[in-house]
């Protein structure tokens, strides 16, 4: 099969995907550095039959809009008994002179799938159990609801199978939009990458993220804050 029609395959798996589908939550989110907002992001989890979608969705905001940095990832997986298993990741990055594309298809009853990153095939093979860059959030989400904090996962992420490594880094009572907000903070590092981390999940309000600050190295990148919940 050629890569051509391979992505004309994954536009129409997406399509039938989000027919008669059902929202169960969607968050708004402010991302900021130097208390600069610079975009605007959507958390939407989606039900659809026996599938769910999870997407987030961001675009550029404020004077910021000059530069056109929108980008939207899904990822498309079942969720029975507790247990994820993704079906298709899919990243879309449009920004200003460049855009990208990356989709990954899983197959984890033979331990196997396929990226295709720009217009080329990656194959990975006898893989072990591996999430994608989203269904790996929902799954932690999860298990810290259940009081497991120290988790480890295999990612496929943008075509690379990377760890994934979660811990409990503190707990502190912060300002939201829901008012002072008792937390748990967890930092998440990539084994072999410079990015790191720190979530903000609020424990009364099902352990929706609210605060997260992103680091390279020792730097802080930018923030991002739950601005509204409008479901």
Not at 63 to 78: G, H, Q
Not at 107 to 117: G, H, R, V, W
């Amino acid at each position: 099969m050629t890569v051509r029609l391979i992505s004309m395959f994954l536009l129409m798996l997406i399509n039938s995907a989000f027919a008669g589908e059902e929202t169960i939550f969607e968050h708004q989110y402010k991302l900021s550095k130097k208390n600069i907002n610079f975009a605007t992001s959507y958390n939407i989890l989606l039900k659809n039959d026996d599938k769910k979608i999870f997407k987030i969705k961001s675009k550029s905001s404020g004077i910021f809009k000059l530069k056109k940095d929108n980008r939207l990832e899904e990822s498309v997986f079942l969720d029975n008994d507790g247990k994820i298993t993704p079906i298709s990741y899919n990243f879309h990055k449009i920004q200003k002179v460049k855009e990208e594309k990356i989709s990954t298809i899983f197959d984890l009853k033979n331990n196997s799938a396929y990226t295709i990153k720009n217009n080329k095939k990656i194959e990975h093979k006898n893989i072990p159990y591996a999430l994608d860059r989203l269904s790996v959030q929902i799954d932690f989400q999860k298990k810290i609801k259940s009081g497991h904090f120290d988790v480890e996962y295999n990612v496929i992420d943008k075509g690379r199978i990377r760890k994934y490594i979660f811990s409990l880094f503190n707990g502190e009572i912060i300002d939201t939009i829901l008012g002072k907000t008792n937390t748990i903070v967890i930092k998440k590092i990539i084994v072999r990458n410079k990015r790191n981390t720190l979530t903000w999940y609020a424990v009364d309000h099902d352990f929706i993220p609210v605060k997260i600050e992103q680091y390279r190295n020792n730097s802080l990148k930018f923030t991002v804050k739950l601005n509204k919940i409008i479901k």
